[in-house]
């Protein structure tokens, strides 16, 4: 892509309003790049990570959606924000449409046993660890079936210096009620002839990521003691 062309974009509204809150960014590098891949690359954007991702890609709720080969064409030597717009090689993101990331509302009862969070938080390998996706998938069942849960909430604020930018980032807008879109295909097809359907679709994001998120999920609407597989628990803890 020719530098300085605009970048037309599909974007979460509360991510255009954190773009639009951030400060311009200073001479040098620009912002830091966490992570780059063939389909998605995520950004530093002062504390919070933000993503860049084709349409063939999963998409997170804290993620810009560029059209398709875009990032592919993209170096990103130089991405930075300025006026409340983020740059990438400098061409302007610019908004095509708005997408919804809101977790759906069902008719269903969440509960069961609280989660450990300081022994979920930050366990596993990958970009997202296995133990941060469980605790998405079971914090975006509570607000799908609007149970709240403030004591496993602040838990997991307090806990969130202990795992990555990306995951951290992600488990806030799990908090927030906010989730992929395979997610919220599958809460809405919960107990109907399409779940099977979307529970595979889900399953098939990311190497753990999908199948970590159903678990979760399931667990706080079966009201089962969300757990991480025996090799991933911390030393002495219960199954």
Do not use: F, K, N
């Not at 717009?85 to 069961?112: E, K, S």
């Amino acid at each position: 892509m020719s530098p300085r062309r605009p970048v037309p974009v599909s974007a979460p509204p509360r991510v255009l309003a954190l773009l639009r809150a951030t400060p311009d960014t200073p001479a040098g590098p620009g912002l830091t790049v966490l992570h780059r891949g063939s389909l998605a690359a995520y950004v530093d954007l002062g504390g919070w990570a933000l993503g860049l991702v084709d349409p063939a890609a999963s998409r997170p709720p804290t993620a810009l959606v560029l059209g398709p080969g875009v990032l592919a064409g993209l170096a990103l030597d130089d991405v930075r924000v300025q006026g409340g717009r983020l740059l990438l090689d400098g061409g302007p993101v610019v908004p095509g449409r708005l997408h919804d990331t809101t977790v759906p509302r069902i008719a269903a009862r969440a509960g069961g046993p609280a989660p450990d969070v300081p022994g979920l938080v930050g366990r596993g390998g990958g970009l997202t660890p296995e133990g941060d996706d469980l605790l998405c998938g079971w914090l975006a069942a509570h607000r799908a079936t609007a149970t709240p849960t403030p004591r496993t909430d602040a838990s997991v604020r307090a806990h969130l210096h202990r795992t990555s930018l990306l995951s951290a980032t992600l488990l806030e807008a799990a908090l927030l009620g906010e989730v992929l879109p395979e997610l919220a295909d599958w809460l809405r097809a919960r107990g109907g002839p399409d779940e099977a359907r979307r529970a595979a679709a889900l399953t098939a994001v990311g190497h753990t990521s999908g199948v970590a998120l159903l678990r979760g999920a399931a667990c706080a609407l079966e009201r089962l003691p969300p757990t991480l597989p025996p090799t991933l628990r911390p030393e002495g803890a219960a199954a």
